[in-house]
Antibody, heavy 122, light 107 residues
């Protein structure tokens, strides 16, 4: 079945780095844009970044620009988020989501992983 | 950046009630508006895309409408499993902003 599974979360000190992974299955990964979204416990959803199906187009939220890097490996059906210079305010559950196809008129996140928790604390 | 404002932020209702949640964009987003449902401890679930298209498998009691800057999500008759948080999200431009959410609670 169509599935996304995140991994790589954990506890890291301020200023540290972490790499999140998202393994996709059950669909042609290389056909889809992919996004990372995060949620501070008890708070709302914040879109973090997206990457086009080929990796040629990438956008970031201002809050992570210059610190986070999104990438993908279509041969491995995997999405990544390299997080550097982490801050306490980056503490959240991080979700990956499938986010539409290049030929689509509309983009929407129709498949989500269960999330991985990142805690930034000393 | 496009700001998305939902109202109300919280809502108490009873099983069988008709409920409407509103989402307003700070500028026109045509019909590039999606709605998600999230239950505690779970990932969000897509309900409505392109303002009014029902995602496959979502019950028909959910409907969406609107275009431009004003949008609504309507649940025609609340079921017990509908008590959750709801978020709108625009996909007209980046950053892909979400509304702050509406928590739907049992009265």
């Amino acid at each position: 079945q169509v599935q996304l599974v995140e991994s790589g979360g954990g506890l890291v000190k301020p200023g540290g780095s972490l790499r999140l992974s998202c393994a996709a299955s059950g669909f042609i990964f290389g056909d889809y844009y992919m996004s990372w979204i995060r949620q501070v416990p008890g708070k709302g959803l914040e879109w973090v970044s997206y990457i086009s199906s080929t990796g040629s187009t990438i956008y970031y939220a201002d809050s992570v620009k210059g610190r986070f890097t999104i990438s993908r490996d279509n041969a491995k059906n995997s999405l990544y988020l390299q997080m550097n210079s982490l801050r306490a305010e980056d503490t959240a559950v991080y979700y990956c989501a499938r986010d539409g196809q290049a030929a689509s008129d509309y983009f929407y996140m129709d498949v989500w992983g269960k999330g991985t928790t990142v805690t930034v604390a000393s | 950046d496009i700001q998305m404002t939902q109202s109300p932020s919280s809502l108490s209702a009873s099983v069988g009630d008709r409920v409407t949640i509103t989402c307003r964009a700070s500028q026109s987003i045509s019909r590039y508006l999606n709605w998600y449902q999230q239950k505690p401890g779970k990932a969000p679930k897509l309900l409505i895309y392109a303002a009014s298209s029902l995602q496959s498998g979502v019950p028909s009691r959910f409907s969406g409408s609107g275009s431009g800057t004003d949008f609504t999500l309507t649940i025609s008759s609340l079921e017990p499993e509908d008590f959750a948080s709801y978020y709108c999200q625009q996909s007209d431009s980046t950053p892909r902003t979400f509304g702050q959410g509406t928590k739907l609670e049992i009265k």
